[in-house]
């Protein structure tokens, strides 16, 4: 996947989301202004009806009346459906401008906290653009225009307009309780609700070690009591919002009864006409009805505002600085230096200034006991994790800063745990572009499964995932093996690629890193089990994170076997110095 189309960092994609919305927003604004005016269409039209038609019985004005109102109507219906189109807009711009910088940014989250993340900032994502295309926006800019409404009742009454400014005062000061009652308790049951989705879903992973090691009902009880603590709070909100909605509407609807009172009042007293009085009641629920919604809708607020921040954390936090143009294919020399790599919040370097170079067509293996760092290191030389100092070139290019569908152009690559995705073999070998069969059938070829495959239920079109056709550890292996020699890569970097083969395809695997050799890849070979080693040119010894031993295969193993005779040798000599000492000091 190429991120060519991708321009500018965190930073400036935040403000430029922000910019668009505030635009749209503001031409929203402008619409609304139209449409609230539209919206006194009918009681205007009551009010002249009332005071006009009847009074006068004249059928003309009645037709007149009945084309101005049928032509605002019109009006307000295009201008509501163009209002709501942009805000349609809005939400698709926005989601089409950070998609994929989310995404970035959620597979680098995950890279070190878990995919999770992933999932719960594409949900986000998806909310916020919900929210932009929903009703809950669009309250404030009713709001906003509400002061028309207002001064037609002051100038049909000054008592009509003193009703409503007191109506909507009250309205006001109860939408701020409402936020001050639950905006606590919203912003800690979202939190709740996130990290339980997001722990629930990560253990929903290992669900066959879950079911096999009776983990379920332990695992239910932390579900459960995250759930019960989230709905709780969740329903301590809901349950001050829902009081102060009833209380707001019970308030909206006495306030009407209140408006029609000094209405009928003023007409006893003929200080306005019949028809300014139901004209007023109309106009006086379109006035208080953004406020009431206002309070209705406020969770809605608090939720796109949360997801909102976590998307701009994300992208602040998380978005790697790499180049966004593709570099052309190149071949070239490897060479890290003085690599340094401490994981995130820890001041204890995993590795501590490994160097060393390849050349096209070498072979390395990188040996060593556990947590000596290799596969940190395996991962680093594929660009997944950033050096804390020191850097890895490839043909002076640096892997981490290096466009990544160009990188992927150049690079296989065999974690220790085997990922494939969703999707048909065919597709995984591809790594999910659009298969070049012929170049399908030669990866699989190279990596000696195509045999495999064809006895499959429907071949390359076999499909992989949740539900579908299960492989061995052995044949899953041996598939993302074919998709790392996918394309010829100038890279390739094994981590404990036999881990999962039997003798049969540890030959394979052997004839697949020759044949990547002879085509003038560097291949990089991690592993324990020494039989694979005798493919490899150069050995690597890393302990401790540090580089102990780099050379020529034969040169490393005969100066690891004189050192080993060296060790064993060491105590003999001490004890017999020692006994030797003992019988002198007895004569």
Known sequence: ???????????????????????????????SAVINLLQLTVPLFMLQVHDRVVNSQSLDTLTMLIVIATVGLVLFGILDFV????????????????NLPVLQAAVSASVQHGAARAGQAIRDLNDIRSFISGSAISVPLEAIWSPIFL????????????????SATVLVVLSLISDLLTRRALKQANEATVNG??????????????????????????WRGAQIRALDLLDTATGRGRALSSFTRTCRYMMQIAVLSVGATLVIKQEVSPGSMVASSIIMGRLLL??????DGWRQWVFALAAWKRVSDLLERETPSRDTRPTPRTVGELTVDRLVYAPPGSDVPVLKGVSFSLSPGE????????????????????????????????????????????????????????????????????????ADPRLVLEASRLADVHNMIGRFPL?????????????SGGQRQRIALARALYGGPRLIVLDEPNANLDTEGERALIRAIDAARADGAIVILIAHRPSIMQVVDKLLVLQDGRVAQFGPRTS???MNERSEKIAKAVPDNAAQATRGGGRHGKH
Do not use: C
């Open 290 to 295: 953004p406020f009431d919604s206002m309070v």
């Open 459 to 471: 071949g390359y079109d076999t499909r992989l995932g949740d539900g579908s056709f299960l492989l």
């Open 197 to 222: 989705i997001g722990e629930i879903s990560a253990n929903l992973r290992h669900a066959e070690v879950i079911e096999a090691m009776g983990m379920l009902p332990a695992l239910a009880r932390r």
């Open 83 to 98: 209002r709501a189109l942009t805000f349609q807009v809005m939400g698709s711009m926005l989601l089409r401008k950070l």
């Open 363 to 434: 072979v390395l293996g990188i040996v060593g006991p556990s947590a000596a760092g290799k596969s940190t290191l395996a991962r680093l030389l594929v660009g997944v994790l950033k050096p804390t100092t020191g850097g890895i070139y490839l043909d002076g290019h640096n892997v981490f800063l290096w466009e990544r569908g160009s990188f992927g152009d150049m690079v296989g690559y065999l974690p220790q745990t085997i990922s494939l995705l969703d999707g048909s073999i065919r597709e995984n070998i591809a790594r999910m572009q659009s």
């Open 556 to 558: 490393v193993v005969d």
């Open 151 to 166: 001064a037609v009742l002051f100038a049909l009454h000054p008592l009509y307009g003193f009703v409503a400014l007191v």
């Open 1 to 31: 996947m190429s991120t060519a189309g991708v321009s500018g960092n965190a930073a400036d994609l935040i403000h430029r989301g922000r910019k668009a919305f505030i635009m749209g927003l503001l031409y929203a604004g402008v619409l």
